[in-house]
């Protein structure tokens, strides 16, 4: 039986190895009857009735850092955005404060 946890390879559990490669034969003890895959009539009606909120959308990294700095792989399309949007920064050059003439007559 093999776990694999966030980003990382998948590794053979000890804990599961107890129970040997039928643990997915083995029956829950209580088995819910629902009358479709929506079927909500077992939720407490306290989270039923709570307004969902929408999950705050990730801070976007700017493009000024790199995100793909130590990165052997891109994908071609990660890689074909992140150009575009570099291309679409206009370049600025600082410019070179001008001296002003003196005349003297």
Do not use: W
């Amino acid at each position: 039986m093999y776990v694999s946890t966030c980003g990382s390879k998948p590794h053979r559990s000890t804990f599961l190895l107890k129970f040997g490669e039928n643990l997915p034969s083995l029956d829950p003890p209580f088995k819910p009857e629902i009358k479709s895959d929506d079927d909500t009539s077992l939720f407490d009606t306290k989270f039923t009735k709570m307004t969902p909120v929408d999950s705050p959308c990730e801070a976007s990294i700017p493009m000024s850092i790199n995100p793909f700095e130590g990165f052997t792989y891109v994908a071609p399309s990660i890689l074909k955005e992140y150009m575009q949007q570099e291309a679409e920064v206009p370049t600025v050059r600082p410019r070179s404060p001008r001296r002003h003439m003196h005349v003297s007559t």
